[in-house]
């Protein structure tokens, strides 16, 4: 198993390159057609089955052993963002408005680099490793419409890995938490109408501007008093916007957002109370409001024994990591539809390093990692990844 680290340790070079040409050339959620065809090339070189146009630009590499056994599905997004990079990495991004700021980039060339570790081993175990490399992670629905392309079939997989370098964590941190460990996700629009006028006559208007701040203020209630202390919510409004004028009220404002949840339950009481309360209060206010709900993701759940299989594999081969099995995040992922179908874990490698200036949080403009964790996550897949099949 050591073996793979040291592999991996000796590809840097190779998978830090492909990581800053990726970096360089972000593509959005779709679009991802310039890394899509790298990966085809670098996959039917290596000898692997290689499947295109899965998911719209997903692809799938099939890696077999040297005789028939399990199917160990490894995924790796690679989409990018609508962000104006601001790092004034040499890296950078050259494409406008667009950039790898949540380390999807990392991800690609990591999986690219588990492929070779694990073709030039591939006499050693018996069995398929399927690689996904997944478009449209960020809140578009690549893993559905992957999904819906027979990713999880021709073969099956009976176990599903993924990970994420992790900016929130620093350098030698690794995250690999048992059950729910990302939020379940969903999105509202609210839409909250009254009656205009003159900003100097507001007695002739029902204020949207007056009753959105009373909506706003009534739904962070219900985090803290109608679910348990003891359970995990997340109510944010993001956006809004109303009127275009400082001295005219208008008829109508708009509010967008996120909730966030672990458990079903606590989930639809979530739903239930913001129904109410954004009825209701913008009723007292004089004003009508409408709201729609639509959600991204489920939580995501790690199975607990091939998680603790995982584990058992970080001690092994990174044995100075410091190795965290509780921290979870209220962030979402669209890998839950995944591991809802394939028992699975989704692990978490830390890559912040301040005294870089490399701590920019993920979706931050400023965003980018330590690529010297590069070879730890490589070769912490690619043995994860052996765990599980035949030898």
Not at 20 to 40: S, T, V, Y
Not at 66 to 75: A, C, S, T
Not at 156 to 173: I, R, S, T
Not at 280 to 306: D, G, H
Request: hydrophobic share 45%; aromatic share 6%.
């Amino acid at each position: 198993m050591e073996i793979f680290l040291e592999n991996a340790q000796a590809l840097f070079e190779y998978t830090r390159g492909l990581r800053r040409d990726f970096h360089k050339h972000p593509e959005l959620g779709f679009k991802e057609l310039r890394p899509a065809n790298i990966l085809a090339r670098e996959l039917t070189t290596l000898g692997l089955e290689v499947k295109t146009g899965v998911g719209e630009t997903g692809v799938v590499g099939l890696l077999e052993g040297n005789r028939p056994g399990p199917v160990v599905l490894l995924r790796f997004d690679m989409d990018a963002l609508p962000i104006t990079e601001q790092t004034g990495a040499e890296y950078a991004s050259i494409n406008g408005g667009v950039m790898h700021a949540c380390g999807h980039d990392g991800h690609v060339a990591i999986g690219l680099t588990v492929a070779r570790i694990l073709n030039e081993h591939r006499s050693e175990f018996s069995g398929t490793v399927k690689l996904v490399f997944q478009p449209a992670e960020e809140g578009l629905g690549g893993a559905l419409k992957m999904m819906a392309d027979g990713v999880l079939d021709g073969p099956k997989p009976e176990v599903a890995l993924a990970m994420h370098v992790w900016n929130e964590k620093p350098v030698g941190w690794i995250g690999i938490v048992p059950g729910p460990v990302m939020a379940a996700a969903d999105t509202f629009h609210i839409k909250i109408s009254g009656k205009g006028g003159h900003g100097a006559a507001p007695d002739f208007t029902n204020d949207p501007i007056v009753a959105s701040a009373e909506v706003i203020n009534a739904l962070q209630s219900i985090v803290s008093r109608n679910i348990s202390p003891l359970q995990s919510a997340v109510v944010t409004v993001g956006f809004i916007h109303a009127g275009e004028a400082f001295n005219v009220i208008p008829s109508d404002a708009e509010m967008k957002g996120t909730l966030r949840s672990f458990e079903s339950a606590v989930r639809e009481r979530m739903l239930s109370r913001f129904g109410q309360i954004v009825e209701n209060v913008s009723r007292a206010m004089a004003c009508e409001a409408t709201f729609e709900i639509k959600p991204i993701t489920p939580a995501l759940v790690n199975n607990i024994e091939v998680t603790t299989r995982v584990q058992q594999v970080a001690g092994r081969l990174l044995p100075q990591a410091k190795l965290d099995f509780q921290t979870i995040t209220m962030g979402s992922e669209d890998m839950a539809y995944i591991q809802q179908q394939v028992p699975g874990c989704y692990l978490f490698v830390g890559s912040a390093n301040p005294a870089k200036g490399l701590d920019a949080s993920h979706h931050h403009a400023k965003f980018d990692f330590d690529e010297a964790i590069l070879p730890n996550a490589a070769g912490l897949m690619a043995a994860s990844a052996l765990e599980f099949l035949g030898k």
